[in-house]
Every structure is written in C-alpha cells, then in structure tokens.
C-alpha cells in the first residue's frame, strides 16, 4: 500500500511493522461540513485487520472560522479563527455548541464503523490543550477557562459513551497540565508530545516524570507524539517505561 510508506522503511530495517499506528479524523471536519473524506477511516480498518497491528485516533477538530459566516472557511489553529468561542461551545442554545454536537456526531459514526469491523481505538481527543495553539486549549485565546476545555472533554466523553454507547475506545488524556485534570473515570492513559531541538533518543525523564505527576494513579503513561524514539534499553535502565512511542510522520 503506497500510502503506508513508513511500514516499508520499518520493515526494511526491523523485519517487522509497527505494534501501533496512528491516523487522524482531521479530514472529516473540513469545507462546508457536508463532504466528509472517510478514507482515513477505511485505511485504519485494513492496517489492523491485515497487521494486526493496534490504531490510535487523533482528532484536528476544524471548525468554522466565524461561527457566523461558516461559508469563511474552517480551521483549528486558534490564530486562524475570528468568530468561535470555546465558552459557546460548551453553552447549550449557542451557535457553537450545535457545531460541537454536529461534529462529535459525525466522528461517532465513522468509531462506530470501526467498532463493527472489531478495531479497539486508542481514542486521543483534545490533544496538547496546554498551549492555546488549538482552538480548544486550555489557555485559550479568546479568555475561556480550563472548565470550558474540561466541559468540552465530557460533553465528547458522555456522548460517545453513553449516547452513542461505543464499546471500542482506550481514552487518552493528552491535557499536558495539572490544570487540565479530568476526572479518572474518563481516561485511561495520560500522554504527552515532545519534540527535543536536536536528535535526542533519551527518555525524555523530565517530560516523564512531570507527566507521571500529574496521572491519577494505576493509569498508563505514553509519548503520544515524539520526534525521536526513544531508546527502548535507556528507558527501561531510568525507570522511564512509556506504555508506546508515537514518532510524528515526516
């Protein structure tokens, strides 16, 4: 499959693929909200079911510019987004809430597709929200709070759990601040990203340790995103074992 590329150079070197692999939703919340692109959704079904292998979802949740003139255009960088507020979007009777609604909706279907072709799904919403790079982050730019991006989290955890009874997801916590905390009932991994100026295969123990800090107890640390992979020996050596690695694409 040309679009796995990476699986080629993996299994050049290591004789082996990848045990987990991620894809992301990003295409589905694009244009008018209308054309939705589920091939993302088809390529994850078949590397599982052909590899075996396990998927991780991110979600780069687009959304309109200006809530009030959607027709403008989408987007999920907050400097890119004029008109939509993440405190409406956790406020039943707003504009942007029924986007929020729409759009969660329509990521459900495509997990509910996954769960009927049998892929468990290492779920990773909200990633990174300790910067106010995404519109949902936790420090955000248009003077919202940490209980909107938490209001935000449960109002996608309760609807994919309870009203559209997903039975296949490994939630993962990616809040990366001790502000940002979710109840545990809600997560069941915690993650961080990180990527080191220059090549580094260490273990990244202080990213380790402040993300170990900041865990409920009994639940499993991961390097959600990383430029380099770590070295599996140093890791185990430090006491710095990430449940998995996920080395950004390119």
Not at 74 to 84: G, H, P, R, V, W
């Amino acid at each position: 499959n040309t679009k796995q590329m990476e699986d080629a150079v993996y299994y050049k070197y290591t004789k082996d693929l990848p045990a987990i692999k991620g894809f992301d939703f990003i295409f589905l919340t694009t244009g008018d909200g209308v054309t939705k692109d589920t091939t993302q959704v088809d390529d994850a079904i078949e590397w599982h079911t052909k590899s075996g292998g396990l998927i991780t979802m991110t979600w780069h949740w687009n959304v309109p510019k200006d809530v009030d003139n959607p027709s403008r255009g989408k987007a999920f960088y907050s400097d890119e987004i004029t008109n939509f507020s993440l405190q409406n979007a956790v406020t039943p009777g707003t504009k942007e809430y029924e986007v929020v609604i729409h759009d969660i909706d329509l990521i459900s279907i495509e997990l509910q597709r996954m769960e009927a072709a049998g892929v468990p799904v290492i779920w990773r919403p909200l990633h990174e929200a300790s910067g106010s790079w995404f519109w949902w982050g936790g420090v955000s730019r248009d003077g919202s709070t940490e209980d909107a991006y938490k209001k935000l989290w449960y109002i996608i955890f309760d609807r994919m759990e309870n009203y559209h009874k997903l039975t296949n997801l490994i939630w993962v916590w990616n809040g990366q601040s001790t502000r940002l905390q979710v109840s545990p009932n809600t997560y069941d991994i915690t993650g961080t990203d990180v990527y080191p100026s220059t090549e580094d295969h260490s273990p990244q123990m202080n990213k380790y340790n402040e993300l170990k800090a900041m865990t409920h107890d009994g639940k499993m640390l991961a390097l959600t995103e990383c430029g380099y992979i770590p070295d599996i020996k140093e890791m185990k050596e430090k006491d710095g074992m990430w449940l998995y690695t996920m080395p950004w694409n390119g």
